[in-house]
């Protein structure tokens, strides 16, 4: 018996057509083996493959949903990405990992290898035009990250800082008996 892509065929000596090819074993993608050529493989279909022809469609057609946000802000994909896939992966390589989509570092900038990174959700929403960002003993980071680090609830940091006009350096160090009240 030969397991086949869609059936299950047993070898029959009378018979005159000849079989189906066997499967080539598969092995699952995972980031450390995964590849350009792989890439390149899976063809239109792939992420990396999606995320150009999105990255497009947002620079350059007024109907797609988030034009205004990209191509009606004045973002645009450089010419060696634009007209060629094959630069963009060069240039980007396969994305680490399936929560990784592609990332502009400076918001306001365009689609080029200079400007793009691929980065997880978490990370690029610490990179979003509407994100406060804080100074505090040479370091810059989002009140998100801030909170993080320093173990506050994010919102109570943002009330602290935004809504009650704390100093940053209170607003980081102050710590509450009551942590429901943080």
Wanted: charged residues 25%.
């Amino acid at each position: 018996i030969v397991k086949y892509a869609s059936r299950t065929k047993v070898n029959a000596s009378a018979r005159l057509s000849s079989p189906a090819k066997p499967m080539k074993e598969v092995k699952p993608m995972t980031k450390s083996n995964r590849t350009k050529e792989d890439v390149l493989q899976q063809g239109k279909k792939s992420p990396e493959r999606v995320a150009f022809r999105n990255m497009k469609r947002r620079c350059y057609e007024p109907t797609f949903t988030r034009y205004n946000r990209y191509g009606g802000r004045g973002i645009t994909v450089c010419d060696r990405w634009r007209w060629s896939f094959i630069n963009f992966l060069e240039d980007m390589g396969p994305r680490p990992s399936p929560k990784h989509t592609i990332n502009r570092i400076n918001n306001d900038g365009n689609y080029e290898p200079q400007n793009c990174e691929w980065a997880t959700q978490k990370q690029q929403a610490q990179n979003r035009c509407d994100v406060h960002r804080i100074t505090w003993n040479g370091q810059t980071h989002s009140i998100e990250e801030w909170a993080e680090i320093v173990g506050i609830n994010s919102r109570a940091l943002y009330a602290r800082i935004i809504q009650r006009n704390w100093t940053v350096e209170r607003a980081l160090s102050h710590r509450v008996k009551n942590p429901l009240l943080a």
